[in-house]
């Protein structure tokens, strides 16, 4: 029988949508633009990202701060680096071309030292999964990241994923579209600037 001890160093993370990586790879802005907009300036801007969209808990995270804060600049680029790299294989999907083998070859390296889904529990009306907390790293914190990751390259949604038709936007979004004729990340944003250039430009001179 697992002791106090032991139990006290696990974690427990909500289950997340496999669209959650998408939302990762989206927290950099305005990627057509030549200055595009960054989520994650410091290492705290990341760490709240993991708190407040993939579920990490405070206490995950304060272990992490522990071990790991000295080194945040390198904690930093990598997880900058592993969005990227999640960006282009989505983007070549979306393009319909193959991905980079260079691409693929750093998520497997993710991948393999990712903290497993083995022990799904439910608490308070929600499932959640039961990770190891003795070593809290990046990956670690990322976890519900690649998960998402690896749930959406190998599911059937992989062929709604699409990339916004504004060229200096260049989100990604999952066409979820009753008829599957979606082109913008937002109606709200991209659609109605669209929209109102080209009711400017239609204009009688």
């Not at 427990?12 to 907009?37: A, C, H, K, M």
């Not at 000295?70 to 680029?77: Q, R, S, V």
């Not at 907390?133 to 990046?138: E, N, S, Y």
Request: hydrophobic fraction near 35%; glycine fraction near 6%; include cysteine.
């Amino acid at each position: 029988m697992e002791n106090t001890a032991s139990r006290a160093k696990r974690f427990l993370i909500p289950t997340q949508p496999e669209g959650l990586s998408v939302d990762f790879v989206n927290t950099r802005y305005w990627r057509g633009t030549d200055t595009p907009t960054e989520t994650f300036a410091t290492i705290d801007d990341l760490l709240a990202w993991c708190r407040d969209c993939a579920g990490i808990p405070a206490s995950m995270i304060e272990s992490f701060r522990a071990t790991h804060l000295p080194d945040e600049k390198t904690a930093l680029a990598s997880a900058i680096a592993l969005r990227e790299v999640l960006y282009r294989l989505y983007l070549s999907n979306a393009e319909g071309v193959e991905p980079d083998k260079k691409d693929l070859a750093v998520l497997r390296e993710y991948l393999n030292s990712v903290a497993p889904r083995s022990e799904l529990s439910r608490s308070g009306g929600r499932y959640e999964w039961g990770i190891d907390g003795q070593h809290v790293d990046l990956t670690c914190l990322l976890s519900p990241v690649l998960w998402s990751a690896v749930d959406l390259l190998g599911g059937t949604r992989l062929g709604k994923l699409k990339r916004c038709a504004n060229d200096q936007c260049k989100w990604l979004f999952v066409d979820d579209s009753k008829n599957g004729s979606r082109r913008w990340c937002s109606m709200s944003s991209c659609g109605n600037r669209a929209k109102a250039h080209r009711h400017y430009h239609s204009k009688p001179g």
